[in-house]
């Protein structure tokens, strides 16, 4: 019964992180978004794609599934000890990054990730969200904001969770995952060739 507890909330958080809102917003606007910017389905290349209301609706979408799986996890409880809803945390954004639909293809998981910080550790926010702020407005970069928001969300939850193991190492591991999902990001930050999406007039006049 237990086995039954664990396969039947991995499968189905999977499930839920392979349904991509983004793919499914342009195809209703009958768009390619995968030939669209960056490439990526996730909200920051909607919204450089097809405008700021379909990219927040990508942003609501993704994260909604993050709290659901979260959800989820909860109602089935534990299982050999474990939280289920840690479990299902990670299993969601496995599934969005890895779409079962798309062919394995997926988001960066950042969206999704915040439905899960909001439903699992929503502490942690006091500490990442002013991170994200604080890197994207001094930056003008969505994925240095997300890449500090990686690195600030292990701290803020062993500041605030210490005593629960299972949401750390849940912490640490989606920090490594978002990290590991801008490795292009980080190549084109280092070669100063990232794409902006504030300050890009001020960068120009500063090139000039």
């Not at 500090?148 to 292990?154: C, D, E, F, R």
Request: glycine share 12%; charged share 15%; with cysteine.
């Amino acid at each position: 019964m237990e086995l039954i507890k664990v396969l039947s909330v991995i499968v189905l958080s999977i499930v839920i992180g392979s349904i991509l809102t983004g793919d499914i917003v342009a195809r209703l606007k009958r768009i390619n978004l995968r030939s669209q910017g960056s490439g990526n389905v996730g909200a920051t290349n909607v919204f450089r794609s097809m405008g700021s209301l379909y990219g927040a609706i990508v942003l609501v979408g993704d994260a909604l599934k993050g709290v659901i799986a979260v959800l989820l996890g909860r109602c089935f409880g534990e299982a050999f000890g474990i939280d289920l809803a840690v479990l299902s945390g990670l299993a969601v954004i496995i599934g969005h990054n890895w779409s079962i639909f798309a062919g394995f293809k997926g988001g960066k998981g950042i969206a999704t990730s915040l439905g899960v910080i909001i439903a699992l550790t929503p502490m942690s926010l006091l500490i990442v969200l002013p991170v994200w702020l604080l890197f994207f407005f001094v930056s003008g970069y969505v994925s240095l904001a997300s890449i500090g928001a990686a690195v600030a969300y292990p701290i803020s939850v062993f500041t605030f969770y210490s005593g629960n193991y299972y949401k750390c190492a849940l912490a640490l591991l989606l920090g490594i995952l978002a990290i590991y999902r801008h490795r292009e990001n980080i190549k084109r930050l280092l070669k100063g060739c990232e794409n902006r999406i504030l300050y890009k007039n001020r960068r120009s006049a500063e090139k000039e």
